[in-house]
C-alpha cells in the first residue's frame, strides 16, 4: 500500500504521519505504544481507519464510561477510545510469565468486537517482525544493499519492497482460494523460490485469455503449506547465534517450548 523511508534523523511517528494518506475506512491498524501520541491517533483515526494500539499501562486515562466486557471509554482529544487492560499468562514446560497489556482501540462497541478477540488480534501485529526477516535474510540472503548513492538505496530500496509485495500478493491469493486456509501457512521461502524459477525459465510470462489467480506460484505454495503457526512466547529473540564468539551479557534461551497462553481481562475501578 505505502512505504516510507529516510535518514535517522526524521523521527517515526513523522514518518507514520506521511503513511496516514493510504489509510481509509474499512481497515484496521495495529501499531505498538511508540504510536499511541494522542495527535498522531487523532490524525490517523481520521482518516476512518480503525485503530488497535498499545500503549504504557500506567497512563492515566480517566474513565467516561464502563463497557459490559470491563473495558472503559477515555477520551484523546476529539477522540474516543476504547481501554483495554488484560493480563497474559504464558506457561511453558521452562515455567510461567505473566504481562499486563493495555490496549487503546476506536472498536469502541464491545459487543460486536470482544476485548478477548481484539487481545489475540494485537499478537499479530508481531508478522511485522517476520516480514523484516524475509526482506533481510530471505530475499537479500543476508547481504546489504548494493547501492552506493543515496538515489541508488531508494531505487532499490522500492524494488525490494516491490518484489516482497507482489510475492505476498501471490501468497495470499493462493491461500484465499482455499476456504479456510490460514494465510500463515504460506511459506514465503517457497513462493520466492518458484517465482525465480520462473524468471530464470521465462516460463508463463505471458498470459491466456484466462485469468488464473493462484498461478504456479500459488500451486506451489498450497503444495507446500507451512504447519500451523506455534505460539510466540518471547518479543524478539535471535535463536541462531550470529557469531561463532559467545555474545557478552545473560545466556539467551533459544529452546522452542510449546506454549498455552491465557487472558484475564482487568476491570478498572
Not at 159 to 177: C, G, P
Not at 243 to 253: E, F, L, M, T, V
Request: aromatic content about 4%; some cysteine.
Amino acid at each position: 500500500m505505502g512505504a516510507v523511508f529516510g535518514p535517522a534523523t526524521i523521527g517515526e511517528l513523522d514518518y507514520a504521519r506521511r503513511l496516514a494518506a493510504h489509510l481509509q475506512t474499512g481497515m484496521l491498524l495495529l501499531a505498538d505504544r511508540n504510536f499511541a501520541a494522542t495527535d498522531l491517533l487523532n490524525q490517523l483515526a481520521a482518516t476512518g481507519a480503525d485503530l488497535l494500539v498499545r500503549c504504557k499501562s500506567g497512563r492515566n486515562l480517566p474513565a467516561v464510561a464502563r463497557c459490559r466486557d470491563g473495558s472503559t471509554l477515555a477520551r484523546l482529544g476529539a477522540l474516543t477510545v476504547r481501554v483495554i487492560d488484560a493480563e497474559i499468562t504464558i506457561r511453558t514446560a521452562a515455567g510461567t510469565r505473566t504481562g499486563r497489556y493495555r490496549l487503546l482501540t476506536t472498536l469502541t462497541d464491545a459487543t460486536a468486537h470482544p476485548a478477548a478477540d481484539l487481545i489475540r488480534l494485537y499478537h499479530e501485529r508481531w508478522e511485522i517482525e517476520t516480514a523484516y526477516a524475509e526482506l533481510k535474510s530471505t530475499i537479500l540472503d543476508g547481504n546489504v544493499l548494493r547501492s552506493r548513492t543515496p538515489d541508488g538505496i531508494e531505487q532499490e530500496v522500492w524494488a525490494l519492497l516491490t518484489a516482497y509485495q507482489v510475492l505476498r500478493t501471490a501468497m495470499t491469493d493462493a491461500t484465499d482460494s482455499v476456504p479456510g486456509t490460514d494465510p500463515d501457512r504460506a511459506g514465503f521461502t517457497t513462493a520466492l523460490a518458484a517465482a525465480r524459477d520462473q524468471l530464470i525459465l521465462a516460463a508463463g510470462v505471458i498470459t491466456g485469455t484466462d485469468i488464473d489467480l493462484v498461478g504456479t506460484i500459488g500451486r506451489h505454495v498450497l503444495a507446500h503449506l507451512l504447519p500451523a503457526r506455534r505460539v510466540r512466547t518471547k518479543d524478539r529473540i535471535v535463536k541462531r547465534a550470529i557469531s561463532k564468539y559467545n555474545a557478552r551479557g545473560p545466556a539467551i534461551d533459544r529452546t522452542t517450548y510449546k506454549a498455552t497462553i491465557s487472558i484475564n481481562m482487568i476491570s478498572s475501578p
